[in-house]
């Protein structure tokens, strides 16, 4: 292939991210609203306080078994771009029931069946970009793609709030489903057929498949589990603990209202703000912790550093104090981002390209195990032992998991 050739390649490349990235960030804007809004606005849904925990996780529980054979799936099968897009459809489906379901029994199946989309959207979506990446730039793509998924959560918790003062739980839970179906018609419409779909394993060269589903646990080597592990706490601490918990921080220092001069921000739209805000910032630890670990060819070094940046973060985010609160943030969203990015890299680099959906069925239902349980145990522990401990018990566990990765450096 030529020099010409293939600039030209990488040109497609980074055209064929737009469609896939654009439809992976809309269709988050249901579960995003959820996450800003449900804590305080439980009574809107018809759910009590203490179910607010289970419903914020389980979808996350689904993808325990949803993970992996949506990663076999997009291994096998060469119509990628069917599989994404009937996700997407499915998701958008889901953010249809929050909006008029009364009641934590419907509640709880949607977010089950979003559980499913998102498996689909996000197990398929990263065996795509790992598809397209060239080896050299697996960080770089991997971080572009990772800012979508930034945004698409920074936007939904930003307009979810802001929406729900404005028009109600419900009305904004419709918005979103809106905004996810042109999400969806935007990447059945523009998704490259030749980048999403895929030459898939011989299935039957195999003649026991099914044992295919999951990677073997005793072949997986070391290096690989330390990156799992990673997710996993990144996971935990980000999507679990602070997305879950983080309007109860801000209630514990504004009360009900934050009022500036004449101006007042409510509880869900100050909530909605900091989630965007994390995301956003999380934005930009994403790419450059990916560039970086490209250029530098030191992925390892950079990951113990993402680490220990989330570990202070996480430290002083719950503090009474408005200014550990910001920078708390600050430290805590560029780590996550960073950690994501350098994390899906390392699954790339370390697996043969036709495991990568297998591998990250494996490396996302780690992620999504701690995600899971995040806010069950943070409700669970909140009386005994308070927000603070909570938090701080997520900055050892990072710093444990650095340590770790120092074996790998070399």
């Known amino acids: 292939m030529t020099i010409a050739e293939t600039a030209h390649e990488k040109r497609i490349s980074a055209w064929a991210l737009w469609p896939l990235g654009l439809a992976t960030a809309l269709s988050l804007m249901g579960d995003a609203t959820l996450y800003a809004v449900l804590p305080t606005h439980f009574a809107d849904a018809g759910i009590a306080i203490g179910s607010v925990g289970v419903i914020l996780s389980v979808n996350r529980f689904i993808r325990l078994f949803t993970n992996g054979p949506a990663g076999w799936l997009f291994d096998r099968l060469p119509e990628r771009r069917i599989l994404f897009v ?55 793509w991997v971080g572009i793609y990772q800012v979508w998924f930034f945004l698409g959560s920074a936007t939904g918790s930003f307009f979810g709030g802001s929406l729900t003062d404005a028009v109600g739980y419900r009305g904004a839970l419709w918005i979103g489903a809106g905004i996810s179906a042109m999400g969806a018609i935007a990447a059945a419409l523009a998704l490259s057929v030749r980048h999403a779909n895929y030459e898939p394993n011989d299935i039957s060269s195999n003649k026991k ?62 909530t909605g703000t900091l989630l965007a ?20 060819k030191h992925r390892w ?41 350098l994390t899906t890299a390392l699954i ?9 959906g297998k591998n990250l069925g494996l490396f996302y239902t780690a992620g999504d195990l701690s995600s899971a349980i995040g806010p069950i145990v943070a409700y669970a522990l909140l ?7 909570i938090y701080v018990g997520c900055a050892v566990l990072m710093l444990a998991t650095a340590l770790w990765s120092l074996k790998f450096r070399h």
């Open 348 to 356: 790339g680099d370390l697996s043969t390209p036709t495991e990568h």
């Open 277 to 296: 805000a994390r995301t956003l910032i999380s934005v930009i630890g994403a790419p450059i912790a990916g560039t970086l670990s490209d250029r530098a």
């Open 383 to 389: 009386p005994i032992t308070g927000l603070f401990s």
């Open 209 to 270: 498949w099914y044992t295919s589903l999951m990677p073997d646990l005793r072949g997986i080597s070391g290096a690989i589990w330390a990156t799992v592990t990673a997710q996993a706490i990144n996971r935990l601490a980000a999507a679990g603990i602070v997305a879950a918990t983080l309007g109860l921080v801000v209630q514990s220092n504004f009360d009900t209202e934050l009022s500036v001069g004449s101006f007042t921000i409510g509880v869900a739209s100050m």
């Open 86 to 140: 009937g996700s997407l459809a499915l998701g958008v489906f889901s953010t249809m029931i929050y909006a008029q379901a009364t009641g934590v029994e419907i509640l709880f199946i949607a977010r089950l069946l979003w559980g499913l989309a998102w498996s689909g959207i996000w197990v398929g979506g990263n065996a795509i970009v790992l598809q397209m990446a060239p080896s050299t730039q697996r960080g770089h």
């Open 301 to 341: 070094g950079w990951l113990t550093l993402s680490l220990c940046l989330g570990a202070m973060g996480m430290g002083i985010l719950p503090a009474p104090n408005l200014i550990a609160l910001m920078l708390g943030i600050l430290a805590s969203s560029l780590a996550s981002g960073g950690t994501q990015s």
